[in-house]
């Protein structure tokens, strides 16, 4: 499935199943991208509950309840990725967005808001 932004072009949530995984991958149209979030399940059994927490995770996501934000590497990330890689999406609960970490953070986006 994949969700477009209703009004930020290049912004498209991913979710795509692949053997026991569903993935969930937000890209804002910039390299390097994607976040991404696995949900595993083991077995028939397990399946229900890794949608059931794929679901939640969405209706978090659209709702403004997860943010996805792009954060500045240190040198020696820097050093051990690609040379043009200067940030990382990620995402997390806007309450742990702290100041101190916001310091880092090039550019966050609320799924919620336009």
Known sequence: MVFLHPTRAGHR?????????FEV???DGLPPGPAERLFVFGGSGQRREAVEALVAF???LFAGRVVVYRERLNAVAK???????????????????????????????DWSTE
């Open 13 to 21: 949530v991913d979710v795509i199943q692949r053997a026991n995984t």
């Open 25 to 27: 991958a937000y890209s």
């Open 58 to 60: 969405l209706e978090g």
């Open 79 to 109: 050093l051990l990725r690609r040379r043009d890689c200067d940030d990382l999406l990620w995402f997390a609960a806007p309450e742990e967005i702290t100041p101190r970490k916001r310091r880092g953070i090039t550019a966050l986006y």
